[in-house]
């Protein structure tokens, strides 16, 4: 069973230390929520701190050192306490484009296949009356994904390698991981009011 060397809050203590811009706050926690979501699903409920805090972990570089991206994070990861086994699982979401850490266990696999996907599920929210995924179908969600010029920066080839990599076929993916999304969403709103208040409380220090 994979354990985390390091708990949640000292997690996000290590995150804050790299990460301000509210955006990539965003993404880790939602990243986070879909990781532990993905976990219960698939049976690694004993897991699901370390699917979890991957999750949260696994762009701490990108924001200030996006030009090292997955290679400045093992150093970042160790210093502040991560254990070697999630520093892999971390670098790996970065296979074929900043790191040849090739995803093995089936979390890494989510991990990569999901990381993109959930870029290009939030923008889509954000395009929305509601601003939300709950109202979102997947026949929507799936217009988005075809269409190139939407957030292109969401790499569609590599949700796809990702749901090859699992075994899955795209529409798996996207369904199961704009589900997780439903679920995780009122979660992920309280988390990124949590951090404000962290980063407020750390500047009145």
Request: glycine share 8%; net charge negative; aromatic share 6%.
């Amino acid at each position: 069973m994979r354990m985390s060397a390091i708990s949640r809050d000292k997690a996000l203590d290590l995150l804050a230390a790299y990460n301000r811009e509210p955006f990539h706050l965003q993404h880790a926690l939602t990243v986070e929520a879909v990781m532990r979501w993905f976990a219960r699903e698939r049976g690694f409920a004993g897991e699901e701190d370390y699917w979890g805090i991957t999750g949260l972990l696994h762009d701490i570089d990108f924001e200030q050192f996006p030009d090292e991206h997955c290679r400045k994070a093992p150093e970042l990861l160790r210093a502040g306490g991560v254990g070697e086994d999630m520093v892999r699982s971390v670098c790996s979401h970065g296979f074929g484009l900043c790191s040849d850490i090739r995803p093995e266990h089936e979390m890494e696999k989510i991990l990569f296949a999901s990381d993109e996907l959930t870029g290009l599920i939030g923008a889509a929210a954000l395009m929305r009356p509601s601003r939300s995924v709950q109202d979102m179908e997947l026949s929507s969600l799936k217009k988005k994904f075809k269409d190139k010029k939407f957030a292109a920066g969401c790499s569609r080839d590599v949700i796809r390698t990702g749901a090859e990599a699992l075994g899955w076929p795209l529409d798996e993916l996207l369904s199961l991981t704009l589900e997780a999304m439903r679920a995780c969403e009122g979660e992920v709103n309280a988390g990124m009011r949590g951090l404000k208040a962290r980063q407020d409380a750390g500047q009145e220090r």
